[in-house]
T-cell receptor, first 113, second 112 residues
Framework: KAGVTQTPRYLIKTRGQQVTLSCSPI?????VSWYQQTPGQGLQFLFE???????NKGNFPGRFSGRQFSNSRSEMNVSTLELGDSALYLC????????????FGPGTRLTVL | GENVEQHPSTLSVQEGDSAVIKCTYS??????FPWYKQELGKRPQLIID?????GEKKDQRIAVTLNKTAKHFSLHITETQPEDSAVYFC???????????FGKGTSLLVTP
């Protein structure tokens, strides 16, 4: 099976802009989670989607949002970008949330200037 | 919420030695504990995981132990090789949640 894919791989934006990142899970996986990775804070959970429903959300401001489509593909959106939003955004998919392994995508490197 | 602490933040060992990384968690309801390895510029890759009904799990040179009473779990790598050099992350997840809560990572360097 093909692994988790994310597009784009790299993105440069300026403060105040908005950005949309995409994640395609492994075929058959219905759960998609998003994480922000920064050198200072490590890997932090953003949100998780299952069957188009957000089931859990981390401690991020409302500028961070997401959605999931009927084919399990997921997008996350960040509005009004700040310098501190520069990070590697990783998504991970699993078959379900019942203790199954999460497989990570390669990430999208977002740089905010 | 769940808080996961990981030590040490950096670890340097000689090739062939063992490496041990320790993590503690705060939520006694946590029931799933994976370990990920992330090489520079690459995605995190699961190397081993353990569930709360098991005390120890081994896979070749890698083992994980879990002490539920003390709320800590450890990664053991034996006969280390230079290709083991990477950042290792522990994580914990509660039975009622869907998020993995990660430790801050351990940068492991194995010198020949």
């Amino acid at each position: 099976k093909a692994g988790v894919t994310q597009t784009p791989r790299y993105l440069i934006k300026t403060r105040g802009q908005q950005v949309t990142l995409s994640c395609s899970p492994i075929s058959g996986h219905r759960s998609v989670s998003w994480y922000q990775q920064t050198p200072g804070q490590g890997l932090q959970f953003l949100f998780e989607y299952f069957s188009e429903t957000q089931r859990n959300k981390g401690n991020f401001p409302g500028r961070f949002s997401g959605r999931q489509f009927s084919n399990s593909r997921s997008e996350m959106n960040v509005s009004t970008l700040e310098l501190g939003d520069s990070a590697l955004y990783l998504c991970a998919s699993s078959t379900d949330s019942g203790g199954d392994t999460q497989y990570f995508g390669p990430g999208t490197r977002l740089t905010v200037l | 919420g769940e808080n996961v602490e990981q030590h040490p933040s950096t670890l340097s060992v000689q090739e062939g030695d063992s490496a041990v990384i320790k993590c503690t968690y705060s939520d006694s309801a946590s029931n799933y504990f994976p370990w990920y390895k992330q090489e520079l510029g690459k995605r995190p890759q699961l190397i081993i995981d353990i569930r709360s009904n098991v005390g120890e799990k081994k896979d070749q040179r890698i083992a994980v132990t879990l002490n539920k009473t003390a709320k800590h779990f450890s990664l053991h790598i034996t006969e280390t090789q230079p290709e083991d050099s990477a950042v290792y992350f522990c994580a914990a997840r509660t039975i009622s949640g869907y998020a993995l809560n990660f430790g801050k990572g351990t940068s492991l360097l194995v010198t020949p």
